[in-house]
Every structure is written in C-alpha cells, then in structure tokens.
C-alpha cells in the first residue's frame, strides 16, 4: 500500500541564512501551511541535533504535519521522526527500512531516471527529484534536469515524485502540470525576510493546481 507523501516539503536550513533557527522555520512553515517539515542540517553536534529534531518533532505532531529527517538516521530514530530522506551517497535506503520499519516514510534522492528507478527497487516511498531549475541551495546538486526529464521520471517510477531544486510559487504550476506529487523547497522559504508568507505563496501555487 503506497503510503500518504505531502505535497509541499519544507527543508529548514540554518547554513544559508541566520535569521531563523529549525524550530521557528518549522513554525513558520507549518502556519504558511507546509505539510511535510524535513530537517536538514550536515554537520554539528549529534546530540544538539537530537534535541533540535525532538522540538521540531512536537511541533510538527500538534499540527498534524510529516517530520522528516535528512540524512540522519540516528537522529531520526531519536526523535521518533515519520521518516527520513536519503540521498544517493547516504545510508543505504533497504538497511534504513529493516531498522524503521514498514510504518516509517522514507524518501530518496534522485537526479536521473536510473537514481530514481534505484530509490524504486531499493523501497523508497517517494523520490526528491532534481535540481529541477537552477539553483544555488545545494552545493552538492547535479545538473539541471529539467521540465521534460521530471516528466518521464513521473511516467516511469510508480511513486509520488516530489520536485526540488529553484522551485517557487512561478513554477509549481510547470512541475504539477507533468504529473509531480508535489515540491520540495530550501531557499524559497528559509533565505525570504517572512517564511510563512513565503511558504502560504507557494501553498497557494499549490492548490491552484488540484
């Protein structure tokens, strides 16, 4: 049974900008009406990481919303997250899944059809495909793949397909319209001078589109 993915992702960050810590863009996001909040921080110390993902974590189950963490499946079986994303280079995605278990979200990282088709065979509930559109969030992301590849992507993989990588409200419609579940979004929300504007703009693109 495919299990439930939201539709706009939120990845808090605090290395792009330091404005505002995890937890308030968490707030921000979740009153801008995100639906998924996915904590993404690469380094640090693993236990303040601990504590930040639990706090992030009430928040989140208050409002009814999926917590997700990146990369970090320690830190995502401490603070009793829904789930936990995975890029291509991380723990592997079948290991994550014999320590979650069934009941647990897990999503993958994908840049071309082949990452994705692997995210599909290894158990992923999802794919995060992209960078879709430039962007300058992640400095690890490939090449843009564009509009047309996300498209065949969607075709072939049979799993909610969230786009990410320079999506904002201006595109949504674009990504949505060749069949993506949904957006992932860093910069969009975190780096705006209000988050939760930003966040309700892009909830908005979102529900134009249904």
Excluded: W
């Excluded at 404005?19 to 236990?47: C, M, P, V, Y």
């Excluded at 879709?132 to 509009?147: E, H, M």
């Amino acid at each position: 049974m495919m299990k439930k993915v939201g539709r706009l992702h939120v990845l808090t960050d605090t290395v792009l900008q330091a404005n505002f810590s995890h937890t308030e863009l968490t707030e921000l996001a979740i009153a801008g009406g995100a639906d998924t909040i996915q904590f993404r921080q690469k380094s640090g110390n693993t236990r303040d990481m601990i504590e930040v993902a639990r706090q992030m974590k009430k928040l989140c189950a208050i409002s009814d919303v999926m917590f997700i963490v990146n990369d970090r499946i320690d830190v995502a079986i401490a603070a009793e997250a829904d789930g936990v994303h995975l890029g291509q280079d991380d723990f592997p995605i079948s290991l994550a899944r014999e320590l979650l278990g069934e009941g647990r979200i897990i999503g993958g990282s994908a840049a071309t059809i082949a990452e994705a088709r692997k995210c599909l065979s290894d158990g992923a509930d999802y794919v995060g495909f992209g960078p879709v559109f430039p962007t300058t969030s992640k400095d690890d992301a490939g090449p843009v793949s564009g509009i047309d590849i996300l498209k065949q992507v969607v075709e072939a993989i049979p799993l909610p397909i969230i786009a990410i990588g320079g999506v904002g409200a201006e595109n949504t419609a674009e990504v949505l319209g060749v069949g993506a579940r949904g957006i992932a979004v860093i910069s969009a929300v975190c780096c705006q001078p209000d988050p939760e504007r930003a966040t309700r703009e892009l909830y908005e693109a979102l529900i134009k589109c249904r």
